[in-house]
């Protein structure tokens, strides 16, 4: 199994993340939730603001995956013509990661973020938990570490656990910089 978290890693960037966000991928998941009768893991784009490494999440859609060989692909056809789309509407907002629902990271997340990689550079990771029975919200976010292995830069492999939002957006409407 490989390594998914980076054991002793603190954060290095400071996150807003909008109520927005949450909105949408919860809507994400009830509506394939609804529609196939199952708990399915979603995936879409974060998209934002960054300057230097502050990062703002202010808005999500989703985007098109389908399974081969047991592993999600991103359908980047998709994903650069919502991009076009988006630009359109919210010329001052960039591609800033992805998102996708479930427990902890775990290997098969690997495999979509090393997709993402080859869009952007070191994208932002947010997971949402919709099945957990906890009070506080089930949200993480990480960032991409860029590790070296035996003299070889890797990054998308691994991931420093950035935060967990619980206790920071407590009020519907406001959110927090972490």
């Given at each position: ?12 960037v ?18 394939l ?15 934002g ?21 047991g ?39 690997i ?12 994208p ?35 991931w ?19």
């Amino acid at each position: 199994v490989s390594q998914v978290m980076a054991g002793g890693v603190t954060g290095s960037v400071s996150v807003a993340l909008h109520p927005l966000v949450i909105l949408n991928i919860s809507d994400h998941w009830i509506r394939l939730r609804s529609q196939e009768g199952r708990n399915g893991q979603v995936i879409g784009a974060l998209i934002g603001r960054q300057e230097g490494r502050n990062i703002e999440v202010m808005n999500s859609f989703e985007l098109l995956a389908h399974g081969q060989g047991g592993h999600l692909l991103i359908d980047k056809e998709y994903y650069y013509t919502k991009e076009e789309q988006f630009k359109q509407v919210f010329k001052d907002l960039e591609f800033l990661g992805w998102y996708t629902t479930g427990g902890p990271p775990e290997p098969a997340d690997i495999h979509v973020h090393k997709q993402v990689c080859e869009i952007i550079e070191s994208p932002l990771f947010l997971k949402l938990n919709p099945m957990t029975k906890h009070t506080d919200l089930p949200v993480s976010v990480f960032e991409s570490v860029i590790d070296i292995i035996n003299g070889e830069v890797r990054t998308g492999e691994i991931w420093g656990i950035w935060g967990i939002f619980g206790e920071i957006l407590g009020i519907l409407g406001e959110f927090g910089t972490f």
